[in-house]
């Protein structure tokens, strides 16, 4: 009558007993649960649309006898935790009539209408030096770029995984970075500082030396990511020039250098010129010659703070790249954070600063000059983020949508905040587990690539509106077929929706996330977990060698020619890719 859900070995073909169930629920609870823990996992099978309140619990073992229990007879929290995956993640064909909310997906294959960087994903490092007060007292060991453990065997593996993204170096305190090399007076100051500089009264301003300056380029180089790093416009600009004859001299690999951090557009206004003038000495061949971005500036204020950017647009054309800075929710969130993570109506809000922020430059840019635009720091809190939540599964959901919001809007890369160290690390800043967002923005790394496609989302006319579920689309991007799209979904309501669609194709292949245990369905949980073979989920986490874990997608067979459907479980990140669509604007 309904879905089974047991209990099962990894192999999916040999049970394990749960033991009599005098008490069902201090049984399951206490015993499967445990081992589901351990070395267990969850396996649902059925139709995968029935309502929970109409789910089965049948035990399988003879040593677990007795009727089906209906969920109402279990009456603990937990339960929907091992119940819910019989219900969700299951594809059916685009006829299929769906128990749940239902929205119609609509692309349009003929026209990009962006198209951004191959770079577009980006992360963050920032100078905060945990001890050193402020708001980077508590951030970690490791979060402060002076003394990142950059050999780091775990961190390393991470970072080439991301291979072609953005690292970004940059923050407050690269606004009083001394390059220790030359002979100015701040050079010679740092001659009597040693690192770590990391302990109170000796903290700032860092000295940045040309040693270690080459370990970072060469950590980069290694893990392939495009190195973007923030100059201080803050004090002697003959330190700088210094500092970039440094790097020239070494024959060192940086993509972009940033004017500043939130510092306003007079000191580029001021200086760009010359910095400009001074690279192209340095760096004769324009080819090899690393970009300029700025101001690096808050875009998500009021309008009066877009005025300095289109100021800074219409005055220079040294800036390949005018990047801004945007947080969803200012000050660490504030009481009602939690409320304000699912509420799409402030999300939508907070991403049309990515609009307006397009819109400023494309207005205020004089003939032919057409720069980027670069979320160049951002999460979806700010101040260090809050633990607890923007460092969850929840904050995956920002995230994504963020991404694939700004990627539509004509934003080229986005750098979110931070790699390592504060509330909101995407690498845990002691052990460098990878924290849920990391598996996001791998997944939208490997699979979107640089042309986005117009999308239209409708409520199907028998449903309720499900108000709550973004969809992107995109051409499917690093090895794909040519010609393939990418559907990029989040699922911000607390039920689950089916998304159904046109879009025909030979097949599909679906990476579906969720919360992972032992929090999940909730969606604040410290891990995040992938939908794999028959309805099962695994928490993902780095083999016991280091490596990466497969990540195999599920392949949705029954999406042909007429398109397909998938359930998109509460609180949950989909990447479907449709193989076979020969995309005009993907060909």
């Known amino acids: ?160 995984a991301l291979s072609g993204a953005t690292w970004r170096i940059g923050g407050t305190h690269g606004d009083s970075v001394v390059y220790s090399m030359g002979n100015t007076t701040s050079a010679r100051a740092c001659t009597n500082k040693s690192p770590p500089w990391q302990h109170p009264p000796d903290c700032y301003p860092v000295c940045l030396t040309a040693d270690r300056f080459a370990e970072i380029a060469a950590f980069a180089e290694r893990a392939g990511l495009r190195l973007v790093f923030g100059l201080n416009m803050n004090g002697d600009l003959q330190n700088l020039i210094d500092f970039l004859e440094m790097i020239a001299a070494r024959n060192l690999t940086v993509d972009t250098f940033e004017l500043g951090n939130e510092l306003g557009i007079q000191r580029i206004l001021t200086n760009g010129k010359a910095i400009a003038t001074a690279m192209a000495q340095l760096w004769p061949t324009a080819a090899t010659r690393p970009l300029l971005a700025g101001p690096d500036d808050a875009g998500d204020g009021d309008d009066s703070s877009r005025v300095d950017f289109a100021t800074l647009v219409a005055s220079q054309r040294e800036l390949s790249a005018i990047t801004f800075h945007a947080y969803a929710f200012h000050h660490g969130g504030g009481a009602t954070l939690e409320q304000d993570m699912l509420n799409v109506t402030k999300i939508d809000a907070a991403t049309f600063v990515y609009d307006e922020m397009v819109a400023v430059v494309r207005r205020n840019a004089s003939l032919g000059y057409t720069p980027e635009v670069w979320m160049g720091e951002g999460n979806a809190a700010g101040y260090g983020g809050r633990p607890g939540i923007t460092n969850t599964f929840e904050n995956s959901l920002w995230y994504v949508n963020a991404m694939g919001h700004a990627a539509t809007r004509g934003i080229a890369r986005f750098l979110r905040q931070t790699l390592v160290g504060g509330g909101y690390e995407l690498l845990n800043s002691m052990t460098f587990e990878p924290n849920p967002d990391y598996w996001s923005a791998l997944l939208f790394h490997r699979h979107v690539g640089a042309k986005m496609l117009s999308v239209t989302v409708a409520p199907e006319p028998s449903s309720t509106v499900p108000a709550a579920v973004r969809v992107y689309s995109a051409c499917a991007g690093n090895g794909s077929l040519v010609g393939d799209v990418v559907f990029i979904v989040v699922n911000f309501a607390p039920e689950t929706t089916t998304m159904l669609s046109n879009l025909g194709g030979t097949s599909a292949s679906l990476w579906q996330l969720r919360a992972g245990w032992p929090n999940a369905p909730e969606c604040r949980s410290s891990t995040a977990a992938l939908l794999g073979v028959e309805n099962s989920w695994v928490n993902l986490t780095l083999t016991k060698t280091g490596d990466l874990p497969t990540m195999d997608p599920v392949t949705l067979n029954e999406w042909g020619a007429g398109g397909g459907a998938v359930d998109l479980p509460s609180c949950s990140v989909t990447f479907i890719r449709v193989h076979g669509v020969n995309a005009l604007a993907c060909m």
């Not at 859900?5 to 192999?11: E, G, L, N």
């Not at 081992?35 to 396996?43: E, K, R, T």
């Not at 109409?54 to 229990?69: I, M, N, Q, Y």
């Not at 490092?125 to 402020?134: A, P, S, V």
């Open 1 to 160: 009558p309904g879905p089974t859900v047991v209990i099962a070995r990894s192999t999916v073909t040999q049970g394990r007993p749960c033991g009599p169930l005098d008490n069902p629920l201090e049984q399951l609870v206490h015993e499967c649960w445990m081992y589901l823990m351990n070395d267990g996992m969850i396996v649902g099978s059925g139709t995968g649309t029935r309502p929970l309140t109409e789910v089965f619990l049948r035990p399988w073992s003879a040593k677990c006898p007795g009727p089906p229990l209906r969920m109402p007879q279990l009456a603990m929290w937990r339960f929907w935790a091992v119940l819910i995956v019989g219900v969700v993640g299951a594809a059916k064909p685009a006829s299929s009539v769906s128990a749940f909310p239902t929205v119609v997906v609509t692309v349009d294959t003929t026209t990009a209408v962006a198209k951004p960087s191959p770079h577009f994903v980006g992360v963050n490092t920032d100078w905060w030096l945990t001890g050193c007060g402020g708001e980077g007292k508590d951030w970690g060991d490791n979060a402060s770029i002076a003394v990142l453990d950059l050999d780091n065997p775990r961190l390393n593996t991470l970072a080439r």
